[in-house]
């Protein structure tokens, strides 16, 4: 049972990246799903969350709002993390888990089922 990130890389400033989660082990459909991450010297923040596959409600740090996008393959049992226009503070490792999380407004209010179940961090780096 368990969370597996992947796609982080380095990009240039302005560019995209996508980010996979994939579970194993469990239907990730039924439960809520973030994405966070945390930036050298900083505290892990919540970027963006999804609601279960029933409502699908997404919820955004404005601080990625309009830029990043999540969504859903219940074939595939993977949520995705879609980063446009990238810019240098961006940079962080980026972390999957069956919850939510601040800063992100209205956190508690993403449904599905929550668990305290991570995914190894991957690392994405904006450079300008």
């Known amino acids: 049972v368990q969370l597996q990130a992947s796609g982080g890389g380095s990009v240039q400033a302005g560019g995209s990246l996508r980010l996979s989660c994939t579970a194993s082990?469990?239907?990730?459909?039924?439960?809520?799903i973030g994405w966070f991450r945390r930036a050298p010297g900083k505290e892990r923040e919540g970027v963006s969350c999804?609601?279960?596959?029933?409502?699908?409600?997404?919820f955004h740090a404005d601080s990625v709002r309009g830029r990043f996008a999540i969504s859903r393959d219940n074939s595939k049992n993977t949520v995705y993390l879609q980063m446009n226009n990238l810019k240098p503070e961006d940079t962080a490792v980026y972390y999957c888990?069956?919850?939510?999380?601040?800063?992100?407004?209205?956190?508690?209010?993403?449904?599905?089922?929550?668990?305290?179940?991570w995914g190894q961090g991957t690392l994405v780096t904006v450079s300008s």
């Open positions: 888990a069956t919850k939510c999380g601040p800063p992100i407004r209205g956190f508690n209010n993403v449904r599905g089922r929550w668990s305290d179940r």
């Open positions: 082990g469990f239907d990730l459909d039924l439960y809520a």
């Open positions: 999804m609601s279960n596959s029933d409502d699908r409600t997404t």
